[in-house]
């Protein structure tokens, strides 16, 4: 852990290896314990459809995997063989439910064996939201909505991991979301 005492708002910052001046601090107005922060990439991604026509999906996914920074490279190097030994190209599009059953399982199994620290998922059913109380069913039955509602839950639950884990920031990326009517912040 670094340390660093601040010894007035105009004075530099003095590391701990160097030595108080004789006498100590004099006007001393605080002191900063900085710890250094892990960095965690976030990947955020979305399976289902928001619709609530009886042809929709049952379900509504977001998903979370987290991997520390240092561990990006290798895991995206593991996916793009992954996708080779699968028949697709390495940059493409992964998808699960394209895949035949050999395949599945073998892609569950290599991701089992990446450097991936967790998954967080957050799962909607849909068919107890149309029959939920009617406050709930009215707003987030709504597309967007439920993906912001879905979103927050999922957020919320990646804050908790990097408070778990210290002094770590996450850098959140997320999938596109085809027909997302959001503008911006304002709408959120």
Request: aromatic share 8%; hydrophobic share 35%.
């Amino acid at each position: 852990m670094v340390e660093w005492l601040r010894r007035s708002r105009r004075s530099p910052l003095l590391s701990e290896r160097q030595h108080p001046p004789q006498g100590g601090f004099r006007g001393l107005r605080s002191v900063f314990f900085l710890t250094p922060t892990v960095l965690h990439r976030v990947y955020i991604d979305e399976s289902g459809d928001r619709g609530m026509a009886p042809q929709s999906s049952r379900y509504f996914v977001v998903s979370a995997v987290i991997v520390a920074d240092e561990a990006v490279g290798t895991t995206r190097h593991e996916l793009a063989t992954l996708r080779t030994s699968v028949g697709r190209s390495s940059g493409g599009v992964l998808h699960f439910r394209k895949l035949t059953h050999s395949q599945r399982l073998e892609a569950a199994n290599r991701v089992a064996q990446m450097p991936i620290l967790t998954c967080c998922n957050v799962i909607l059913c849909k068919h107890e939201l149309r029959m939920g109380p009617a406050q709930q069913a009215a707003h987030i039955t709504q597309p967007d909505p439920m993906y912001l509602y879905a979103l927050r839950l999922l957020l919320e639950r990646i804050s908790w991991y990097s408070d778990e884990h210290g002094q770590s920031k996450a850098l959140v990326t997320f999938s596109h979301v085809r027909r997302f009517k959001a503008s911006g912040p304002s709408s959120i």
